[in-house]
Antibody, heavy 118, light 107 residues
């Protein structure tokens, strides 16, 4: 059974850097062609942040105002999200999700709430 | 970006009812349309991908149809566990985008 678990700080100050990790268990990260980050502001809809292929190529959502980096560490079977210069608008539940076929998300983590507040 | 819209934004139904949710894309996306179910406090769950293919384990009362810009999700014989919010999502091009959601609650 594939499981994804997000981890990282739950509270950040404005202008800080959001760093989250998604640990994958139950299968090798290389089994999933793509892994993505998706976020959901409280009470709102879903926004795709970006994705990384297990070979390392990335695609990002150009609509995001904060600079984004997604990376993969195959030796640890995990991938990471980094969002720089965060603002209150980046407050959301952040999910990691896998895609065997690009574009739809088969497995999801439980999500982690990140609050940006001074 | 491709904009996704859904209608209605919410609906009330009873157990046993059939409900249909509509999703529209701002441009043609062929068959690259997926549906998710989300319950409060939980991650979304993939129900249907590429318009009409049920994800493994999803009950057959869920079905999808459409092509191009107009799509529907139908739930036949609504069950108590189906009360949730449903999102469509296009995987035609990047950035992948979601509809605003349709909340299905109990009448």
């Amino acid at each position: 059974q594939v499981q994804l678990q997000e981890s990282g700080p739950g509270l950040l100050k404005p202008s800080g850097t959001l760093s989250l990790t998604c640990a994958v268990s139950g299968d090798s990260i290389s089994s999933f062609n793509w892994v993505s980050w998706v976020r959901q502001p409280p009470g709102k809809g879903l926004e795709w942040i970006g994705e990384i292929h297990h070979h390392g190529s990335t695609n990002y959502n150009p609509s995001l105002k904060s600079p984004v980096t997604i990376s993969v560490d195959k030796s640890k079977n995990q991938f990471s999200l980094r969002l720089n210069s965060v603002t209150a608008a980046d407050t959301a539940v952040y999910y990691c999700a896998t895609s065997v076929v690009a574009g739809h998300f088969d497995y999801w983590g439980q999500g982690t709430l990140v609050t940006v507040s001074s | 970006d491709i904009q996704m819209t859904q209608s209605p934004s919410s609906l009330s139904a009873s157990v046993g009812d059939s409900v249909t949710i509509t999703c529209r894309a701002s441009q043609s996306i062929g068959s690259f349309l997926n549906w998710y179910q989300q319950k409060p406090g939980k991650a979304p769950n993939l129900l249907i991908y590429e318009v009409s293919t049920l994800q493994s384990g999803v009950p057959s009362r869920f079905s999808g149809s459409g092509f191009g810009t107009d799509f529907t999700l139908t739930i036949n014989s609504l069950q108590p566990e189906d009360f949730a919010t449903y999102y469509c999502q296009q995987s035609y091009n990047i950035p992948f985008t979601f509809g605003p959601g349709t909340k299905v609650d109990i009448k």
